[in-house]
């Protein structure tokens, strides 16, 4: 779900800008899924362009106060979310952890590195919504140790109805500062696309398990 219209536009311009989203319709990415993909997505690259982690850090920070309130800790989900996870927590002056994708092999063998305060809610901090479910396996993992999830924050969500319908039934509140729709919108209407190239990208998302170029 968009909270903010004109932050989901502004957001795409910036990972755009930097190159932390990528479009190639004539020369697709093959995800380590296999998936054949005229987009590829790494916004761990805002944290490496000031600016651009700035807004960023900003537009999630206003989000978690509006949203959840201000006695919250935050969760950022590893590796993607540490930084800007961080980066919003040092801005609120909130307390952080983050989760792993699994609990360490060795030593306290912990899956969250930090410490939640008892009765303390969380709000999870995502980079990349695609499936939804190593971003609901972090709230699985929060959740296991009694504490309260509010609800979860992220960069940026291709927008597949599975992954939808994954956050529905974990009953987990999904925000993204913004989702392929406002890209491709924001592409088309800059030029950064042409037209051909907005209905090889739209039609990717239909059905991107069976997509070919």
Not at 86 to 96: E, G
Not at 139 to 147: D, K, L, N, R, Y
Not at 164 to 186: C, G, M, P, W
Request: proline residues 4%; hydrophobic residues 45%.
């Amino acid at each position: 779900m968009i909270y903010n219209e004109k932050i989901a536009f502004e957001t795409a311009a910036h990972l755009l800008q930097i190159n932390a989203i990528k479009l190639e319709p004539k020369n697709p990415f093959t995800w380590a899924s296999g998936w054949k993909s005229p987009i590829y997505c790494d916004n761990r690259l805002a944290l490496s362009f000031p600016k651009v982690r700035d807004y960023l850090t900003e537009a999630i920070a206003q989000q978690v106060t509006a949203l959840y309130g201000s006695d919250v800790t935050i969760a950022g989900v590893a590796t993607g979310a540490i930084g800007i996870g961080a980066l919003v927590a040092q801005k609120l002056n909130l307390p952080f952890v983050y989760v792993r994708p699994e609990p360490k092999k060795h030593g306290r063998q912990n899956q969250i590195e930090g410490v939640v305060q008892e009765g303390q809610a969380v709000v999870v901090i995502e980079d990349l919504i695609s499936t939804g479910m190593s971003s609901l396996n972090a709230v699985t993992a929060i959740e296991a140790q009694g504490i309260e999830v509010l609800g979860m924050i992220a960069l940026f969500s291709y927008g597949f109805s599975v992954a939808e319908n994954n956050f529905k039934k974990a009953a987990v509140q999904l925000y993204t500062l913004s989702d392929y729709n406002h890209l491709i919108e924001h592409a088309t209407a800059t030029a950064t696309i042409e037209k051909e190239q907005q209905e090889t990208l739209v039609n990717w998302r239909k059905d991107p398990a069976n997509w070919k170029p």
